[in-house]
């Protein structure tokens, strides 16, 4: 290993350096006392993830500050080398479980253990605690090695997690903008993998400053998931359809439907209120709210759509992809004026790009290509 406190006799370093440790500051008390969403207004993110990336940037802040007095004046409490070992074990320690505490607080469909992560960092503290005590950094290749195995583990947890998440939401909400984590996970996982060069190479003013320059990015990233994805209230059966999605003539529809039903039945209730009453127009409709609608509950909806091979999110965007295309035909017949955006809104969906993958999936072709050869 070099000789670090060369690192913090760079003026310019020190600047990039400090420079992070404001900007993480800055972001932690904007998500701990701004009320609103400067990013996204429209979209109400989930409290426990704002409140678990304040904590992590406060360690940002701790750990920069703790690094900058145990690397410049490391020498004035006896090894200089054992200071670093002593600020790398708790970043080690302290950085892993806040990590995972984020991206589990991203999935939104039930509360993930956390104690898992925390008992893996205790080898790594045990590790690290004789490397100082012995005076010795032998145990180094030794730490590398389960840093990168733990690494690992927690980056196949994390996958098997999200695909999890991602067909719950398929199974539960039509709209899936501003729900979806998988870009952030991506970004997160980096993370990880960043974390792993780090221990395994510090070699240089050039990975000194990468490490910085990643900060910022990392930062800027993860105030912009937090305030970007939006938060999902629980898919219950006291949810209220009327406040969730102002659908104002559900509430007739649903005062006429049966109060129970079996399963054998789901398939004419849905034909009956959703497709004949066009409740599939409406934007963000949840499998909660529709199950109340047609007069039966979650559980044996979910199941009409196992049963089906399909998923709730494919069910009502395929009757809104049908609807665009009868819209389509309608306007191309009467020489009436209007735009793929257009129509695509009157159908149902919020944006235009989540209509465009939805419409490419059940069509096999992209909207102006269909389009196009429609016209033939």
């Known amino acids: 290993m070099y000789d670090q406190q060369q690192v913090f006799s760079d003026s310019l370093y020190i600047m990039v350096f400090g420079g992070s440790m404001v900007f993480a500051l800055i972001a932690c008390i904007y998500l701990l006392f701004r009320r609103s969403n400067a990013i996204a207004p429209e979209v109400t993110p989930p409290l426990r993830l704002r409140r678990w990336v304040a904590?992590?940037?406060v360690?940002?802040?701790?750990?920069?500050?703790?690094?900058?007095?145990?690397?410049?004046?490391?020498?004035?409490?006896?090894?200089?080398?054992?200071c670093i070992?002593?600020?790398?074990?708790?970043?080690?320690?302290?950085?892993?479980?806040?990590?995972?505490?984020?991206?589990?607080?991203?999935?939104?469909?039930?509360r993930r253990p956390l104690w898992p992560f925390i008992l893996a960092s205790l080898p790594v503290a045990a590790l690290f605690a004789a490397t100082a005590y012995r005076n010795d950094i032998a145990l180094l290749p030794w730490i590398q090695c389960y840093?990168?195995?733990?690494?690992?583990?927690?980056?196949?947890?994390?996958?098997?997690?999200?695909?999890q998440y991602s067909l719950w939401l398929r199974n539960?909400?039509?709209?899936?903008?501003?729900?979806?984590?998988?870009?952030?996970?991506?970004?997160?996982?980096?993370?990880?993998?960043?974390?792993?060069?780090?221990?395994?190479?510090?070699?240089?003013?050039?990975?000194?400053?990468?490490?910085?320059?990643?900060?910022y990015f990392f930062i800027?990233?993860?105030?912009?998931?937090?305030?970007?994805?939006?938060?999902?209230?629980?898919?219950?059966?006291?949810?209220?359809?009327?406040?969730?999605?102002?659908?104002?003539?559900?509430?007739?529809?649903?005062?006429?439907?049966?109060?129970?039903?079996?399963?054998?039945?789901?398939?004419?209730?849905?034909?009956?209120?959703?497709?004949?009453?066009?409740?599939?127009?409406?934007?963000?409709?949840?499998?909660?709210q529709l199950s109340k609608a047609i007069g039966t509950n979650r559980y044996y909806l979910s199941q009409h759509f196992t049963q089906h091979d399909t998923t709730y999110?494919?069910?009502?965007?395929?009757?809104?992809?049908?609807?665009?295309?009868?819209?389509?035909r309608d306007a191309v017949a009467t020489n009436r004026s209007f735009t793929a955006q257009q129509l695509a809104q009157e159908c149902g969906f919020r944006s235009y790009s989540t209509f465009a993958v939805a419409f490419k999936q059940r069509m096999g072709q992209t909207v102006s290509t269909w389009m196009r050869n429609t016209a033939k």
């Open 55 to 57: 904590v992590f940037f």
């Open 313 to 328: 999110n494919a069910y009502i965007n395929g009757l809104r992809i049908q609807h665009f295309v009868r819209l389509y």
């Open 147 to 163: 840093f990168m195995l733990m690494t690992v583990v927690m980056f196949i947890y994390m996958a098997f997690a999200v695909r």
């Open 220 to 288: 800027a990233i993860l105030l912009w998931r937090v305030e970007t994805l939006q938060t999902l209230k629980n898919n219950d059966d006291s949810d209220d359809i009327t406040e969730a999605t102002g659908l104002e003539e559900v509430m007739a529809l649903q005062s006429s439907a049966p109060q129970a039903t079996i399963p054998d039945n789901i398939g004419q209730l849905l034909e009956h209120y959703c497709e004949g009453g066009q409740l599939y127009l409406r934007q963000d409709i949840t499998l909660s």
């Open 172 to 215: 539960n909400y039509a709209d899936l903008e501003n729900k979806e984590v998988w870009q952030s996970f991506m970004v997160l996982a980096t993370c990880l993998l960043v974390l792993s060069f780090y221990i395994y190479s510090s070699n240089g003013m050039t990975f000194e400053y990468a490490v910085q320059v990643f900060d």
């Open 59 to 82: 360690v940002i802040v701790v750990s920069h500050m703790s690094w900058y007095i145990l690397v410049k004046y490391g020498h004035h409490f006896g090894d200089s080398l054992m």
């Open 85 to 110: 070992i002593v600020a790398a074990a708790l970043d080690c320690m302290v950085l892993i479980p806040l990590i995972m505490g984020m991206l589990q607080a991203m999935l939104q469909d039930r």
